[in-house]
């Protein structure tokens, strides 16, 4: 595990955030070329950066129409040298901070990676499978630890 603070806090239009994000698989690609300045949706947000600018996370809590409750991993690209669980786990640990007692929750198309184990990097930063959605998306989660609401489960 890396020691030491790996995120920045950025805005929700930093263009260099932006820039990762658009190789993300799930990044919207506008057929008449706009750019909106913003990219994360409504709600609340953080959007962190690596110091050197090689990683992006995007946090979300708002109304999920699907039923999930949370604080959602909208979007994670890693194109550093730093080991993606790493960076998960220390993105979970800001967000925790930022929304105590709040459960993450994320969903991977293993239709679009190249793994052959869906989420094999938030697993090493103790995440778990909890479903699969209509539409075929593995579901992640990752409560706080001590959680009752992990104790239920």
């Known amino acids: ?35 909106p300045a913003k990219f994360v949706g409504p709600g609340e947000h953080m959007v962190l950066l690596t110091l050197v600018c090689d990683a992006v996370f995007v946090w979300r809590r708002f109304i999920d129409r699907s039923g999930q409750q949370g604080v959602n991993c909208a979007a994670f690209r890693n194109e550093g040298t730093l080991l993606s669980s790493d960076l998960i786990h220390a993105a979970d640990t800001l967000a925790f901070t930022r929304w105590p007692g709040e459960r993450h ?20 930063a103790g995440w778990k499978r909890c479903g699969v959605s209509k539409g075929g998306l593995v579901i992640l989660e990752k409560f706080p630890e001590g959680a009752a609401i992990e104790a239920e489960r």
Request: hydrophobic share 35%.
């Open 1 to 35: 595990m890396f020691d030491g603070n790996l995120w920045i806090a950025v805005k929700d239009a930093d263009a260099r955030a932006r820039g990762i994000l658009s190789r993300h698989y799930s990044f919207r690609h506008y057929v008449d070329g706009r750019r």
């Open 105 to 124: 929750y994320t969903y991977v198309n293993p239709r679009k990676i190249r793994s052959t184990n869906p989420g094999a990097c938030f697993l090493k």
